[in-house]
C-alpha cells in the first residue's frame, strides 16, 4: 500500500511535506508510513484520502475492493483468514 502511494503522489507531484501539512502533521510523520517504517492504518488512510480528495476505497489494494450495488467501491476483504500483502 506504501509503495501505490507513494507512486500517486509523484504522478501528482506532492511532495511529503505537503501531504503532511494537508493532514497536520510532519513530514517525517508521512515519510515514516510511505517508506514501510509504520503500517499505515485506516485512520491514516482515511486522512490522506480526505487530503488528496479522493475516497479511502481508492488508495486500498484493488483485490479489498469490490464493486457495491450501487456501482461505488466498497471495502471487503478478499479472504477472511488473510490479509493481502503490500
Known amino acids: 500500500m506504501a509503495e501505490d502511494l507513494r507512486v500517486l503522489l509523484r504522478r501528482h507531484g506532492i511532495t511529503n511535506r505537503e501531504l503532511g501539512r494537508a493532514v497536520g502533521r510532519n513530514d517525517f510523520w508521512v515519510g515514516k508510513r510511505l517508506n514501510g517504517q509504520v503500517p499505515i492504518d485506516l485512520d491514516d488512510l482515511e486522512l490522506i484520502a480526505r487530503a488528496l480528495g479522493i475516497a479511502p476505497a481508492e488508495l486500498l489494494p484493488t483485490e479489498w475492493v469490490v464493486p457495491e450495488p ?14 493481502p500483502a503490500d
Open 70 to 83: 450501487d456501482g461505488d467501491a466498497g471495502w471487503a476483504p478478499s479472504d477472511l483468514n488473510r490479509q
